[in-house]
């Protein structure tokens, strides 16, 4: 595994590195790559969410599952993908959401989520990597101990952070979440499956710029150029 991370998330978690669920799954990787396997996103990308947000940046949190599992789709950003490649049908429902809820907000021409992170979006997965083609296949492998302690320290040495947890998955999460010193947004997954049952129409982006607003902290530019 490259376990190449910013400075300050390096810092935060480097005892994790050094455990044995890490060390497992190290192993796990490098017998995945054994068996000739094609596992995503490529290695250098695996903690792009942190190498773009930095740990005291952090001002708002959206929690995935798992990275996609088409060629060229992930690079590391929950929900997001590659420029050039198709928008995932997720990512077309938080874009009709934004849209619902900023009748400005244009639609972009594609997927790449980075000017979000690059703002202080942490766009994080529970799991960081999948098999080519296997959705979910490397879950329970270690990755779900490791983004837990994550959202643990952020919680604790941190105050005024926004969790968005779309789904019954990442809801499962806020009870790692300090409510008295962060506020947790909870909607539908913006799947196809269930997005119109309680994700469209959520406005959990506006409500998330008014709480920085609030907090006085510079609102997130949704729009993607």
Not at 83 to 94: A, D, F, R, W
Not at 159 to 176: D, H, M, P, Y
Request: aromatic share 10%; with cysteine.
């Amino acid at each position: 595994m490259d376990f190449r991370i910013e400075t300050s998330w390096k810092h935060i978690l480097k005892e994790e590195f050094e455990k044995d669920y890490m060390k497992k799954l190290d192993l796990f990787l490098h017998s995945q790559q054994e068996k000739g396997l094609r596992v995503f996103p490529p290695k250098h990308l695996i903690f792009s969410a942190f190498n773009h947000t930095t740990f005291k940046k952090v001002k708002v949190l959206i929690l995935g599952q798992d990275p996609y599992h088409g060629i060229n789709q992930a690079h590391g950003l929950a929900f997001s993908v590659n420029k050039g490649v198709t928008i995932p049908p997720s990512l077309k429902n938080i874009f009709k959401e934004l849209h619902l809820e900023y009748p400005d907000f244009k639609h972009p021409q594609h997927g790449d989520l980075s000017q979000w992170a690059n703002q202080g979006v942490l766009l994080l997965n529970s799991t960081l990597t999948v098999e080519e083609s296997r959705a979910g296949s490397h879950q329970n492998k270690g990755w779900e101990i490791f983004t837990d302690k994550v959202i643990q320290e952020l919680s604790e040495k941190r105050t005024g952070i926004v969790f968005l947890l779309w789904g019954k998955n990442a809801q499962t999460k806020s009870k790692l979440i300090d409510l008295e010193k962060h506020v947790v947004l909870t909607a539908a997954h913006p799947s196809p499956l269930s997005a119109h049952n309680g994700f469209l129409g959520c406005n959990h982006f506006i409500k998330t710029n008014e709480l920085l607003k609030q907090a006085g902290q510079q609102e997130i530019n949704w729009q993607l150029s």
